[in-house]
C-alpha cells in the first residue's frame, strides 16, 4: 500500500469503539491533514524543482571542465549534495503523510548555515554573490536540518529574483537578547539569529502585507505561493519568530530567530 493510499484510508468508515462522535472526529482530521499535505505538496514540488535545477547547472559545469578534474570534482561533489538535500524534502514529505515527527535535534546556527554555503552559491547562480558573516556565541536551538535547508533556499532564491541584474546576499547570524514583548514580536529571551539581505527591487507595501499568505506569489505561473509560507511554518515548528523588512528601491531583510535550547525545550 503506497504512502497516499494509507492516508487515504482513514477517510473510508471505521469500527465504532466508542461512539460516532469519535469517528466523525477521525474523519475530520484525516480529511484536514490530507488538504495540508496537498498544499505542502505544492511547496515541495517547488523546491524540488529549484534543487534540480542546481544538480544540472553543476553537471553542466562538470562537463565543461572535464579536462580539469580537481573542478569537475567539486562540482559533483555540489551535483551530489544538491541530490541529498532533495531526499530530504521528500522524506519531510512522507514522514507529513506518514504522520511521523520532524526530525528536531539541537544543532549549531553556524555550522547548518556553513554546510549549506555552497549549495546556496549555486542556488543563487554566477551573478550573486553570497557572503556569509557568522557571529560568535551562537546559542545552540532545536532544528530540522531538512526543513532548514529548504526554508533558507526558499529566501536566497527569493532574494536573487529580486536583483535580476545581479548583486550581493548577505547572511549573518548572531546571538540576540530580546527583552520586551512586543505586539506580534518575539518573546522575551536568548535566540539564534539569521538574516538574509539583499539590496534588490524591494517589496511595496500593499505586497508585503501578503508575502507570507500561502499561495500568494507575484512571480505568475512561475511561482507556488509556498515558499515563503513553508518558511514560517518552519520557524512556528521550532517555535521561533519570522520578520521581514524592506523598502523599494533599498532591498528586503528576512530575520529568523530560533529560541535557544533551554527556551526551546
Known sequence: MTEMAFRADLLQPQTESSGGTQTAEQRESAIRRLASLGEMTGGIAHDLRNILAIVESGLRLAERKADQPESVRAFIAAAREGVDRGVGLISQLLAFADHREPNLQVRDLNELV??????????????VRVRL?????????????????AAVLNLVLNA????????????????????????????????????????????P???????????FTTKGVEGTGMGLAQV????????????????RGTGTTVDLLFPATDAAA
Open 114 to 127: 556553513s554546510s549549506s554555503g555552497p549549495f546556496l552559491r549555486y542556488g543563487a547562480g554566477s551573478g
Open 133 to 149: 558573516e557568522l557571529g560568535s556565541d551562537i546559542p545552540s536551538c532545536l532544528m530540522d536540518p531538512a526543513l532548514f535547508d
Open 160 to 203: 536573487r529574483d529580486a536583483m535580476p541584474g545581479g548583486g550581493e546576499i548577505w547572511i549573518g547570524t548572531e546571538r540576540h537578547v530580546e527583552i520586551e514583548c512586543a505586539p506580534g514580536g518575539p518573546a522575551p529571551g536568548t535566540y539564534a539569529r539569521l538574516c538574509v539581505k539583499d539590496h534588490g527591487c524591494g517589496i
Open 205 to 215: 507595501p500593499d505586497v508585503l502585507r501578503r508575502v507570507l499568505d500561502p499561495f
Open 232 to 247: 514560517r511554518a518552519f520557524v512556528q515548528l521550532v517555535r521561533g519568530h519570522l520578520h521581514i523588512a524592506s523598502e
